[in-house]
């Protein structure tokens, strides 16, 4: 492999579906990306068969042998203790070692978090890596965090979870100045919990060049009023869950609707672009990948149970990460902030 290539580290053994999904999403990737290099971690006997039929990913591919996988079900703490020669811990381990930029995996997320801050170590500033998600909007797409890494949250930590999110959506979307909202139950300054009021007040005297526009409410968000939707992984894994559903149940609906008649079947017939672009609109699987952002390396969560074509997507959104300035512009950002920090308490003692 050349130096100059983008390497990827996958993990071909996490997920439901591994490893044959996690191939053919590898597949639809390179075949989109020839530049793209990739370590594929697993049990070669399994990756072999399919990889050796397909020129091109034989070509971008090198097998690293494991047959250690963790399980779907496995508990973070229990993941960590037998992590040694699993193919999720090898893929980390590449990025750690610099052989690879990012890491990609389907598998269990709490082992994947909690094994990414072990080998990966938090970045200076960070207290809490936070799970991002890319959320459609009817203005395209909003970067919300954390969704799920985080249940308890401090002030501080929201606003490190501001920089990072802000420093992901220029990275993804290319946005220049990303507006940023934290997620509350009202827009009104006086409306929250403290925490929330803490952070929004430690934003709004912040000074590092971050676009904070206030407080946004939970409709606001796939209304796409911000960029960037800041909250605690507890209330957001609830948000992005129900979102989740609001979707299968109005998609459930729509099918319904379209087979109820005769007439609502030919109908269907003739809206059938408009549907298909709807169902594009509304599918996770084109905005399938979450980055674990904090830890020292860019780690990416694709949904377990993504198709191939999911896969794919997260395999893409990992490489666009991994080919820009994200991590040193967090590290900057997270630099002058605590900084700032500082100053203020010096001042406040003196």
Known sequence: MSSNDLVLS???????NAPGIVLEGLLTFVRAHPNARALVHGDASKLSSFIDQHAELKAACEIRHTDK???MDAKPSQALKGRKDTSMCNMLESVKTGEASVAVSAGNTGALMAM??????????VHRPALTALWPTVRGSSVVLDVGANVEV???QLVEFAIMGSAYARAINGLERPTIGLLNIGSEEMKGI???????ELLRNLDIGLNY???VEGNDISLGTTDVVVTDGYTGNIALKTAEGTAKFIGGLMRDALKSSPVSMAGGLLARSSLSKLKDRIDP?????GVLLGVNGIVLKSHGGATAEGFATALRIAYSVGNSTFIRDVEESLTLFKA???????????
Do not use: C, H, W, Y
Not at 340 to 350: A, C, G, K, L, P
């Open 10 to 16: 996958v993990d071909a053994m996490g997920g439901d």
């Open 69 to 71: 996988a963790v399980a």
């Open 116 to 125: 990414s801050t072990f080998v990966l170590k938090r970045m200076p500033g």
């Open 154 to 156: 401090d002030a501080e």
């Open 194 to 200: 403290e925490t929330v009021k803490g952070a929004a």
């Open 213 to 215: 526009k206030g407080f």
């Open 285 to 289: 699987n084109k905005i399938n990948g």
């Open 340 to 350: 700032s920090q500082t100053d203020t308490r010096e001042t406040i003692v003196s």
